[in-house]
């Protein structure tokens, strides 16, 4: 059974550039599947940031603008977010998660246990 | 964006009870509608994708039924286990989007 895992720093500097890690064990990292990073406030339901597939093809929620970038090493069996220039608002639950490709679109059935990302200087 | 509307945000309800709840879009998405459950310090669980299709390991008491604009997730004989929070998302388009949740509390 896949199991995802974030890890990365849970306190960033504002300004600076947040950067989270998902390691992927028990499954396939290749193809069938698109790789996501989803972000929840305190007391919000989740926001999609952004998803990217095995063979680095991206897309990404626009409202972030350009400071997210998402990339993937299918070696390590891991995958990765930076967000650039946070702030406060960034501060949130982040979670990686897996969406088998169908045609009904992006459904996410696996999920990491999330880890509390707080903005502060 | 595609907006997500759910419906209430938080009910009571009694074990054994049948609870529904809606998740209006403001296009017309198709099928593409996905129910998730959460609980307090979890990630949320897929529950129904595809609108009506139930996620491997997922109860049946569990059903999602409606297309676009207009979808409900239905929990029939409600279980202690049941109380969380249920959220939709639409995978229609980018940027993928949920609702706001619904909070189902014991009465």
């Known amino acids: 059974q896949v199991q995802l895992l974030e890890s990365g720093p849970g306190l960033v500097r504002p300004s600076e550039t947040l950067s989270l890690a998902c390691t992927v064990s028990?499954?396939?990292?290749?193809?069938?599947?698109?790789w996501g990073w989803i972000r929840q406030p305190p007391g919000k339901g989740p926001e999609w940031i952004g998803s990217i597939s095995y063979s680095g093809a991206t897309y990404r929620n626009l409202s972030l603008k350009s400071r997210v970038t998402m990339s993937i090493d299918t070696s390590k069996r891991q995958f990765y977010l930076k967000l650039s220039s946070v702030t406060a608002a960034d501060a949130a639950v982040y979670y990686c998660?897996?969406?088998?490709?169908?045609?009904?679109?992006?459904?996410?059935?696996?999920w990491g246990q999330g880890t509390v990302v707080t903005v502060s200087s | 964006d595609i907006k997500m509307t759910q419906s209430p945000s938080s009910l009571s309800a009694s074990l054994g009870d049948r609870v529904t709840i809606t998740c209006r879009t403001s296009h017309n998405i198709s099928l593409r509608l996905n129910w998730y459950q959460q609980k307090p310090g979890k990630a949320p669980n897929l529950l129904i994708y595809a609108a009506s299709t139930l996620q491997s390991e997922v109860p049946p008491r569990f059903s999602g039924s409606g297309s676009g604009p207009d979808f409900t997730l239905t929990i029939s004989n409600l279980q202690p286990e049941d109380f969380a929070t249920y959220y939709c998302q639409q995978s229609y388009s980018t940027p993928l989007t949920f609702g706001g949740g619904t909070k189902v509390e014991i009465k």
């Open positions: 028990g499954g396939s990292i290749t193809n069938n599947y698109y």
């Open positions: 998660a897996r969406a088998p490709i169908r045609v009904a679109g992006d459904a996410f059935d696996s």
